[in-house]
Structure formats: C-alpha cells, structure tokens
C-alpha cells in the first residue's frame, strides 16, 4: 500500500507539495523497515539442526523484493541526480511506478527443498507412524508466514 501511495501521490502528479512528499516518504520508509526488520529476523535465526540446507533458500524468497524495490529506488536516483547516466541505462529520463515483486522462481525452489525433506523423512521413518500423521515439515514455514500475516493485519497500521 505504502508503495502505491507513493507512486501516485508523488510521481503521478504534475505539483506535490514538501508535506505530502515528507508524508509519503515516512510511510514508504516505515514499510521498508519494517520488511527488512522481518527479513533480519529470519536471516538471523538459524533453521534447527539436520535442516540448514533449508534456509539460504528462505532467506532468497524474502531477499528477492528488497532487491526488486532496491532497483527500482537505484533507477529512480539516478534518474534524479545523473540524467545522462539515467538515459544511458534505461533508454531515457523513466522512472517505473510499476514495481512487480516475482518470487515465483525462490519459492519453487524452497517448496522443491520442503518436499524433499518430507520424502527424506518418510523413507527414514517407520511407514505406519508417517502415514498415520500429516507431514509437519512444512508446518513451521506456514507458521511463520500466518505468523507474519496476522501481525500485518492486526497491529501494522502502515
């Protein structure tokens, strides 16, 4: 949302005031905390033992927007400050209001990851207790993004 306000109430208008654009910024930059805050979080936490492969590719799902946002600013800067610069690298003074977040790639690498643990421990184990029982390897991804969810629903007000 904090994006979206952004771009159309800063670069979609001719005039802006300093206010709005103080305003906007404050939203913006309080989202982008708050994802990288998230996004240290996890980084920091180590997945438990026998499951480390595991995290490196979490970690690429969540890094893959910052790097989509952080290119995004880089061509608005450059725009801003070195227009020739701005023309040589995008064919022209452009800045994109359009920002698309595609994780598509990283996620399907870590749900190929989750899937392998789930059959690595289904092979381990004893056939009737895992057939008896849903598979809990993927429990704890979902946790932590519901976990994220209801906290971005009910006590983030950006």
């Given at each position: 949302?904090?994006?979206?306000?952004f771009?159309?109430?800063?670069?979609?208008?001719?005039?802006v005031?300093?206010?709005?654009?103080t305003?906007?910024?404050?939203?913006?930059?309080?989202?982008?905390?708050?994802?990288l805050?998230?996004?240290?979080?996890?980084?920091?936490?180590?997945?438990?033992?026998?499951y480390e492969?595991?995290?490196?590719?979490?970690?690429?799902?969540?890094?893959?927007?910052?790097?989509?946002?952080?290119?995004?600013?880089?061509?608005?800067?450059?725009?801003?400050?070195?227009?020739?610069?701005?023309v040589?690298?995008?064919?022209?003074?452009?800045?994109?209001?359009?920002?698309?977040?595609?994780?598509?790639?990283?996620?399907?690498?870590?749900?190929?990851?989750?899937?392998?643990?789930?059959?690595?421990?289904?092979?381990?184990?004893?056939?009737?207790?895992?057939c008896s029982?849903p598979?809990?390897?993927?429990?704890?991804?979902?946790?932590?993004?519901?976990?994220?969810?209801?906290?971005?629903?009910?006590?983030?007000?950006?």
């Amino acid at each position: 949302d904090s994006i979206t306000s952004f771009g159309s109430n800063i670069f979609a208008r001719e005039s802006v005031s300093s206010e709005t654009i103080t305003l906007e910024a404050d939203r913006f930059g309080s989202a982008v905390r708050y994802y990288l805050s998230l996004f240290e979080i996890i980084r920091s936490r180590p997945f438990p033992p026998g499951y480390e492969s595991g995290h490196p590719l979490l970690v690429a799902v969540l890094r893959k927007p910052l790097q989509d946002l952080l290119d995004a600013m880089d061509q608005v800067l450059v725009v801003m400050t070195n227009p020739e610069e701005g023309v040589a690298r995008h064919g022209g003074l452009i800045i994109s209001l359009v920002i698309k977040f595609d994780i598509e790639s990283e996620a399907q690498r870590f749900q190929r990851w989750i899937d392998s643990v789930v059959v690595e421990e289904y092979e381990a184990g004893d056939n009737y207790t895992h057939c008896s029982q849903p598979k809990k390897s993927t429990d704890w991804f979902w946790g932590i993004l519901g976990g994220i969810a209801l906290y971005d629903i009910f006590f983030d007000k950006d």
